[in-house]
Each structure stands twice: as structure tokens, then as C-alpha cells.
């Protein structure tokens, strides 16, 4: 296990580096001025554009400024070309309420999308299980814009309660118990939304994974053995059905964090997501170059738990 985890580590340190390049390269040549605020203001003196770009290294050479900008990222000198303040401790800010949406949204997905998958595959080709899997399909096919929007809309015209943001105004001076209830109220409906879709999609991967399963000569064993069906389920079929299942898991979490970007400028709220639709707006370089390689190592990342898991539920992997 530590040998291929070791090893799967190189490769992804490879990757993160050939992922810096292609971004750095595609946020180089997408129209417009990483300093759209000097070009467009005539009092700014040349001579203070000009020291500008060198504190910036947008005097040098493409392939140089690359070079220069991950020396200073790796060294934590890396600041925002918007405010100058370091790159890392804006994303750092950002990351905590972040890891909280998708931790929520994660306990949705799986809370849910297991029992429906299960529900799915139990009931199939019966109209419970058909209802269920257009509703999956239905899910899967939402815009999550449209879903933030019409919730968003419902929420505040026939709830009236407070959505954008992480806390309500004026809420730091209330209760621990209300500042607690408030700060979970405003994970939830984004997280719902992130939620939707992934819920559907893992509820598919399973129930697919579980019919075939349940086709299998072991399961007619188990049966003629006398098990009931929900042992014959959950004991026999469930376990060897999660190998697929656990795919999913792999490309969840980068979903998951491409999907905040949406859902976090939506709501307002103040995750990493939102950064990054702001330095796209801002021409932000530096803080666009760094959340390139958050979400490529959270990729990689994935893909690696993925592996290991699979030795979790299937014995007979092995990772060597």
C-alpha cells in the first residue's frame, strides 16, 4: 500500500507541474489585460505602469513569467494583482467555509443517494423503481443555476429567510445555539443544490452495479439457501456492488468543487468557488493560476482515494 501510494504521489507531483503549464498558458492568452484598471485610467503615469508590470513580472517573456510566478508561489511570496495581498492567505480564508458546503453536500449525496440506489434496484422494473429513476434522470438534467435561482426565489417570496452569504446580518451578537442554527441553515440550500445532481448520478452507479449482482450464481445460491431477500441484499449483493459506486466517488470531489463556483456566486457565498469567478472577472492571474492546481490536485486526489477504496470493498484488488 505505501509503495503504491508513494508511487502514484510522483506521478501526480508530474502532472500538478504539466497542469501549471497548460493553465498558466490558457489564462495568458485569454483576452484582456491583467491590469485592466491602469489601462482603462488616464491619471496612472507610464513610469507607474511600468513598475507595475516588473513587481508583477508582466514585463518578461511568457515562459518567464510562468517560471517566476510558481517561485514565488512556492516560496508564499505569490500576491493578487487586484489588492496585493498573498495569494495563499486569500485562498486560505476561503477554503474553510468551502470544505464545509462540500462536506454537507458529501453527507447528502451519500445519506441519500445509497438508499435511492438501493430503493432503485429493489424495486426495478416496477413502477416504484421507474418512478425513481425518472426522477434521477430529472435531477441529473437541472442546470444548477436554474435550480439556485427558483430556490433562492421560493425561499425568500414564501419562507422569507435570509440565504446569501454564510451568516445572517447581525447574528454574531445572538445566541451560540442561533449563530450555530443560522450558519447551518445558509450551508444548506447551496449544498442542496451542489447535492441534486451527484445524488442522482451515485444513485444510477449503484443500482446498476446491484442488478447485475443480483443476476449472479452466488446470489442464486444465497437464496436456495433459504436468506431472506434483505439478507440476501445487503449482505451478499451490496458489498461487491460498491466497486462502481466508488468510481463515482473519485470524480465527485472535483465536481463538487467546479459545481461551488456556480452555486457560491449565486448564493454569496464566501467560498473558494466565488473566488474564482472573481479573479476570471478581475484578470486575477496569480489567484486563478493557484485554484487551477487546488482542483487539479483535488482530481488527483480523488482518483487515488478511489484506488484505495477499491481494495476497501473488494479484497481481491490488490493495489500492489
Known amino acids: 500500500m505505501l509503495v503504491f501510494i508513494l508511487r502514484r504521489t510522483a506521478i501526480a507531483v508530474v502532472l500538478l507541474a504539466l497542469v501549471s503549464v497548460i493553465s498558466w498558458f490558457i489564462i495568458s492568452l485569454t483576452p484582456g489585460s491583467p491590469m485592466p484598471w491602469s489601462d482603462l485610467n488616464p491619471k496612472i503615469s507610464k513610469e507607474t505602469r511600468e513598475l507595475y508590470k516588473k513587481k508583477f513580472h508582466f514585463d518578461q517573456p511568457l515562459y518567464k513569467q510562468y517560471f517566476l510566478l510558481m517561485g514565488d508561489l512556492f516560496q508564499g511570496k505569490l500576491v493578487s494583482n487586484k489588492d496585493e495581498r498573498p495569494v495563499l492567505t486569500k485562498i486560505g480564508e476561503r477554503i474553510p467555509a468551502t470544505l464545509a458546503l462540500n462536506a454537507v453536500s458529501l453527507v447528502m449525496t451519500f445519506g441519500l443517494g445509497i438508499p435511492l440506489g438501493i430503493f432503485s434496484a429493489r424495486w426495478?422494473?416496477?413502477?416504484?423503481?421507474?418512478?425513481?429513476?425518472?426522477?434521477?434522470?430529472?435531477?441529473?438534467?437541472?442546470?444548477?443555476?436554474?435550480?439556485?435561482?427558483?430556490?433562492?426565489?421560493?425561499?425568500?417570496?414564501?419562507?422569507?429567510?435570509?440565504?446569501?452569504?454564510?451568516?445572517?446580518?447581525?447574528?454574531?451578537?445572538?445566541?451560540?445555539?442561533?449563530?450555530?442554527?443560522?450558519?447551518?441553515?445558509?450551508?444548506?440550500?447551496?449544498?442542496?443544490?451542489?447535492?441534486?445532481?451527484?445524488?442522482?448520478?451515485?444513485?444510477?452507479?449503484?443500482?446498476?452495479?446491484?442488478?447485475?449482482?443480483?443476476?449472479?450464481?452466488?446470489?442464486?445460491?444465497?437464496?436456495?439457501?433459504?436468506?431472506?431477500?434483505?439478507?440476501?441484499?445487503?449482505?451478499?449483493?451490496?458489498?461487491?456492488?460498491?466497486?462502481?459506486?466508488?468510481?463515482?466517488?473519485?470524480?465527485?470531489?472535483?465536481?463538487?468543487?467546479?459545481?461551488?463556483?456556480?452555486?457560491?456566486?449565486?448564493?454569496?457565498?464566501p467560498g473558494i468557488g466565488r473566488l474564482g469567478y472573481q479573479a476570471v472577472m478581475e484578470r486575477d492571474y496569480p489567484v486563478l493560476l493557484t485554484l487551477n492546481l487546488v482542483g487539479a490536485a483535488l482530481v488527483l486526489a480523488g482518483n487515488l482515494l478511489a484506488d484505495i477504496l477499491y481494495a476497501v470493498v473488494d479484497p481481491r484488488v490488490r493495489l500492489e
Open 124 to 269: 426495478a422494473r416496477r413502477w416504484p423503481g421507474t418512478l425513481a429513476t425518472v426522477l434521477a434522470f430529472l435531477a441529473i438534467s437541472l442546470p444548477s443555476f436554474w435550480v439556485s435561482y427558483l430556490l433562492c426565489i421560493f425561499l425568500v417570496k414564501y419562507v422569507q429567510i435570509p440565504l446569501l452569504g454564510l451568516h445572517t446580518f447581525g447574528v454574531a451578537h445572538a445566541t451560540p445555539i442561533t449563530a450555530w442554527l443560522d450558519t447551518a441553515w445558509h450551508l444548506f440550500a447551496p449544498a442542496f443544490v451542489m447535492a441534486i445532481g451527484a445524488i442522482a448520478v451515485e444513485s444510477r452507479y449503484l443500482r446498476a452495479s446491484l442488478l447485475e449482482s443480483l443476476s449472479e450464481d452466488y446470489i442464486r445460491t444465497a437464496r436456495a439457501k433459504g436468506l431472506s431477500e434483505t439478507e440476501v441484499l445487503y449482505k451478499h449483493a451490496l458489498r461487491n456492488s460498491l466497486r462502481p459506486f466508488v468510481t463515482g466517488i473519485g470524480f465527485l470531489l472535483p465536481a463538487l468543487l467546479g459545481g461551488s463556483v456556480i452555486v457560491e456566486s449565486i448564493f454569496g457565498y
